[in-house]
């Protein structure tokens, strides 16, 4: 990009030489545009604009233009954005057939040597490097590049106008797809210079493909052809005296020529015939003629009109009878008159003419061939119109005025095109406007073309009358037609002053480039082009296929005249005028800068080239008249039109278009005509016109169109246009991108709901299965379920078998923890009670022997003691449940607290057990704090150091308790012991612990009783009393006033 902005900046500061585009020149005076033009040729400015149409100075010398880079800086650029240079013009071309899809073609014109074809193969080049190909492309576009070098080869030549002067018209359509794709190409040629074959004035060449043959062939190839490696043996590269050209170098240009040759895929045959048929005219050229006493022709050697024979494939003999008889058929027979010399060479001239330019057009043919393309039916095509420019030589003739007119008919389609109707449109659209004068060619046209009047039709009418109509009978017919024509002139018509510059056989035109005076000699034969039918036949036979092809093509059998050739010219420019006015047009103004076709430098360099050159001799004949010879660049300019041009270009408006089509291209611009204007065109155009800001000097409403004056405001709505085309795109695309995913999105939704139904389908119909399944394990479940009771049958086993494993299953995690827990067991199937039953007792069990074993010894020896207790006392007495907790301990009364006299008594009888104790005493119940002593054998009662009583186990009769929760213990003694006083009151508060140690001590368990009410006990005996239990608030003991001892026990709540 920076690279770029470089370049264009050069190219810029360079060019702010001058004015760049005339229109914004100060005045439109011929001094002005010359006095620009000059400024800008000095400084290698070739190119100068008048709006669109570019001019262009032939600057002689190569300029370093055109290259790739600059073809990239030209690149999609606007017009006027950049310096002038034809690639701008090739770029907008190309860009408007894009846009608009509609056909254009470029109008080259200007003089013999002004840069025509140049400028043709400038554009093409820029078409073949700019555009966007595929390899099918390249290919194409090669084929379109190499056409130039065969059909130059073959259709240039020098002259002393052009060393490479185009001797043919050519228009070539360069076809695009609608993606810009150069896809195809198609030639017209128009009326080759055939004279030129054989005959070249002096200073002139033939055809460069014949030097080429010759200088460039290879030795095998000369052999095969019969040809000497010198052009000057042959007669038709002769004459013009310049065989060999410095600017010209044949032996390179062969090269050329036969590599393009190859490029548009010429094969071996094809390629050979056709140099054979270059060879063939050598030879013709060089059979010559002898008198014989009759003076008719003989032929003078053989060898040559051989060569001819084999290279043509004809027979030798009919050949040369071809060239030396004329073959007259007179009713049955055919009778040959002899030619005089004169008439044997018109003849050879005339085959030789005949073959070249018939191979000629199957040259253009075979090349059309190639670059045909068939696929793509949508094309548009840029037409690039580079035909021979108009010419004045020493000596004009048949060619010349051909070349002239044709001259003359493009000017009038520039006029038609430019002048005319643009000023004649702005009167239609009634657009304000002040005519600017033109010379309108058209009268001279008339001149050359018209019907029964025009010069050609007097021509053809010569050629085709009876009698001896000869160029000077056809001079009269003119002169006669013509009389008082303001641009017609001949010796007998001019008055005294011109008669000196005319001569008797001339007629002089007065064209709209200037005044050329052409000789009648040769009109009607060159007119007439004709070809003796024997000759004729013979070449339809040929072995050569080009020649057989292109002359089998016209009909021999047809007896009627052909068309002569300037009413053929003259049709086909018709035609292609009707052509191009079908298309838009684009102008390339050719401008000769000097005739001695010298590069532009300063004046000092000029002499010292002068003096140095080569070509001195050369240089000095054609004396220089100045690089930027100003006289003939003001001729130019005049003829061409371009003053005219320039003011109705700065009076008018650059661009216009109807209503509908620059509404229907610009709408998108404003809101009100987006995306639909209901009203009429103009008004909505109007409405645009203001919305985009126009001022109103910048544009004019005509009737049917808008005129826009300046260039710079159609491309500021073309960019404009540009971007909100992108703009608009992206919306479309991002319609579409939505529209289609919508879609996409549809489709996944809908296959994703196919398959969510397929796979809900799937999963009822699997659950049906489940259910069915269900239902058949369920109802065998019932059924099983039903007869569960009965016998293991097929119905119920396995229910049973399940009931079993569910509930032992069950039973696993509902186990009861721990032993005491007797309600945590689940209750059992029938099936399983007997089962159950057993499981649970081995689980007690196993929970026992897993107690047991981990009880230690001390708690062993308490529980068993407890279970002696438990035995005794369980259920019976009341405070018995809260005592089952409290832990009994090995004694109440340590050794040392007993007194060391008692204890010395009874040491012997080891003491186990010793608890305080209350006393009642046996008559008045009085309590007494007294130690109650275990030993083996004995229980102690004591009272400090005092035995109080002793009584030996075997003399315990019995021990009673009450069932309440009194600590009341009576001990039954043995009455018939006197020693003992009877039975033992006493009150402990370690009750069960006592009675429990006692009964394991004396072995007493079954004496222990639990008493309801009251106790009767043996005072002495025979002697009773009794202790009541009853039971009250407060726990007391008294002597009831029956004597009893009265135990009232609280109520020991149960839980
Ligand atoms: N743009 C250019 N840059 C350099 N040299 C040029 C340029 N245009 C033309 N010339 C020179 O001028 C010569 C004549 O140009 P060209 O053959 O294009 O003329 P023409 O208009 O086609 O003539 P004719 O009508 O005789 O065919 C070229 O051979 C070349 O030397
Ligand atoms: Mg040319």
């Known amino acids: 990009m920076q690279g770029r902005l470089d370049m264009e900046g050069a190219l810029t500061t360079r060019d702010r030489v001058g004015i760049q585009d005339f229109v914004l020149l100060d005045e439109t005076t011929e001094v002005a545009i010359i006095s620009n033009l000059k400024k800008r040729f000095s400084k290698d400015l070739i190119y100068t604009y008048i709006g669109t149409l570019i001019v262009s100075v032939n600057p002689y010398k190569d300029l370093d233009i055109y290259n790739k880079k600059q073809m990239d800086v030209y690149m999609g650029v606007n017009f006027f954005e950049l310096p002038p240079h034809i690639y701008a013009l090739a770029d907008n071309a190309y860009h408007t057939m894009l846009t608009e899809f509609n056909n254009h073609f470029i109008l080259i014109s200007g003089e013999s040597g002004a840069g025509k074809t140049e400028a043709s193969k400038k554009i093409l080049q820029y078409y073949a490097v700019s555009c966007p190909s595929t390899t099918l492309m390249n290919t194409v576009r090669d084929k379109m590049l190499m056409s130039n070098p065969v059909l130059e080869a073959f259709g240039n030549a020098k ?202 057009t199957w040259l253009v043919n075979r090349i059309n061939e190639s670059m045909e393309n068939k696929d793509s039916p949508r094309k548009t095509v840029i037409g690039l119109l580079d035909i021979y420019g108009f010419e004045v030589f020493y000596v004009n003739s048949f060619e010349q005025f051909c070349i002239n007119y044709c001259n003359e008919k493009l000017q009038q389609l520039f006029i038609q095109l430019t002048l005319k109707a643009e000023q004649e449109e702005y009167e239609a659209e009634g657009i304000e406007w002040e005519p600017v004068q033109f010379f309108n060619n058209k009268i001279i046209c008339d001149l050359v073309e018209e019907k029964h009047r025009g010069i050609i039709s007097i021509l053809d009418e010569e050629c085709l009358r009876p009698g001896d109509a000869t160029d000077l009978t056809f001079l009269d017919r003119l002169e006669e037609k013509m009389g008082n024509h303001p641009h017609f002139v001949t010796h007998r018509l001019a008055d005294k002053m011109t008669r000196k510059t005319l001569e008797r056989g001339d007629f002089r035109l007065l064209h709209y480039a200037g005044e050329v005076t052409y000789c009648v000699v040769g009109f009607l034969d060159k007119n007439n082009d004709l070809l003796y039918r024997n000759i004729k036949n013979l070449v339809c036979q040929s072995k050569n296929t080009i020649v057989r092809e292109c002359f089998s093509a016209v009909d021999t059998t047809n007896k009627r005249r052909p068309e002569t050739v300037a009413t053929q010219f003259k049709n086909s420019l018709q035609k292609l005028t009707e052509m ?169 939704k809908e296959a994703a709901t196919k398959i969510e139904t397929c796979w809900r389908g799937a999963q009822a119909r699997k659950e049906k299965e489940k259910r069915a399944w269900a239902v058949k394990v369920i109802k065998k479940f019932i059924k099983a379920y039903i007869n569960r009771g009965e016998a293991k049958s097929t119905d119920n086993s396995e229910y049973l078998a399940f009931v079993r494993q569910s509930y032992l299953n069950r039973l696993k995690n509902n186990l009861p923890k721990t032993v005491l827990d007797k309600t945590t067991w689940l209750t059992p199937p029938a099936v399983l009670t007997q ?166 001590i004396a072995n007493k368990q079954d004496a222990i009783k639990v008493v309801q009410g009251s106790i009767k006990i043996q005072i002495q005996s025979g002697k009773e009393n009794s202790v009541d239990f009853t039971t009250g608030q407060e726990p007391m003991v008294y002597k009831a006033k029956n004597g009893h001892l009265m135990v009232v026990a609280t109520r020991t709540r149960t839980r």
């Open 835 to 1000: 089962a159950s039953e057993i499981l649970r007792k081995l689980h007690y069990r196993l929970m026992v022997r897993k107690y047991v074993r981990g009880i230690p010894p001390q708690k062993k020896a308490q529980l068993q003691m407890k279970v002696v207790t438990s035995a005794i006392f369980k259920g019976k007495k009341e405070n018995y449940p809260p005592s089952i907790p409290q832990l009994f301990l090995d004694t109440r009364i340590s050794e040392q607290e007993i007194n060391i006299r008692v204890l010395s008594m009874i040491r012997n009888e080891q003491v186990k057990y010793s608890v305080p104790v209350i006393k009642y005493d046996r008559n008045g119940f009085k309590p007494r704090p007294r130690q109650f002593i275990l030993t083996k054998t004995a229980a102690y009662l004591v009272e400090e150091a005092k035995i109080k009583q002793r009584v030996s186990y075997n003399s315990l009769k019995g021990i009673s308790v009450s069932n309440l929760s009194d600590g009341i213990i009576v001990i039954h003694i043995t009455c018939e012991d006197p020693k003992q006083k009877g039975d033992l009151i006493i009150q402990c508060e370690h009750l069960y612990e006592f009675l429990t140690k006692l009964s394991i």
């Open 159 to 360: 002259t002393l106008k052009n060393d490479n002067s185009s001797r043919f018209g050519k228009y070539m359509d360069i076809q695009f797809d609608s993606q810009g794709d150069a896809v195809g190409g198609h030639i017209l040629n128009y009326l080759l210079e055939k004279s030129r074959v054989v005959h070249q004035n002096h200073g002139e060449r033939n055809f460069h493909v014949f030097y080429q043959l010759v200088e460039g062939g290879s030795d095998d190839l000369l052999t095969q052809l019969g040809l000497k490696r010198d052009v000057q043996h042959y007669y038709y590269l002769t004459q013009g005296e310049c065989a060999i050209v410095s600017s010209i170098n044949d032996k390179n240009d062969w090269k050329s020529v036969k590599n393009a040759l190859q490029v548009i895929e010429f094969d071996e045959t094809n390629t050979n015939h056709l140099f054979r048929v270059v060879a063939s005219v050598l030879h013709l050229g060089n059979v010559h003629f002898d008198p014989d006493s009759k003076g008719h022709a003989l032929l003078k050697n053989n060898t040559e009109l051989n060569w001819v024979s084999d290279l043509l494939g004809v027979d030798a003999n009919n050949l040369k009878e071809g060239l030396t008889f004329r073959k007259i058929e007179a009713k049955t027979e055919q009778v040959l008159s002899p030619f005089t010399i004169d008439h044997a060479i018109y003849v050879r001239d005339a085959l030789a003419k005949a073959i070249y330019g018939q191979t000629f």
């Open 580 to 748: 191009l006015m079908a298309k838009e047009a684009w102008y390339i103004r050719c401008l000769k800068s000097n005739e001695s076709k010298q590069p532009g430098m300063s004046a000092q360099k000029r002499q010292r080239r002068l003096i140095q050159s080569t070509r001195l001799f050369y240089d000095l004949c054609h004396p220089i008249t100045g690089q930027f010879d100003e006289a003939l660049i003001r001729h130019q300019v005049k003829y061409l039109g371009l003053m005219e041009h320039l003011r109705v270009r700065r009076a008018g408006f650059a661009y216009r278009r109807k209503y509908e089509d620059f509404l229907k291209r610009y709408k998108p611009l404003c809101p009100a005509t987006w995306p639909h204007w209901r009203g009429m065109p103009a008004d909505g155009v109007e409405v645009l016109a203001q919305h985009l800001g126009y001022l109103p000097d910048e544009y004019k409403m005509g009737r049917t169109k808008i005129f826009i004056r300046h260039p710079r405001t159609l491309y500021a709505t073309e960019d404009a246009y540009e971007k909100c085309k992108h703009d608009l795109a992206s919306k479309l695309q991002a319609k579409y991108k939505g529209y289609k995913v919508k879609g996409e999105f549809k489709k996944q």
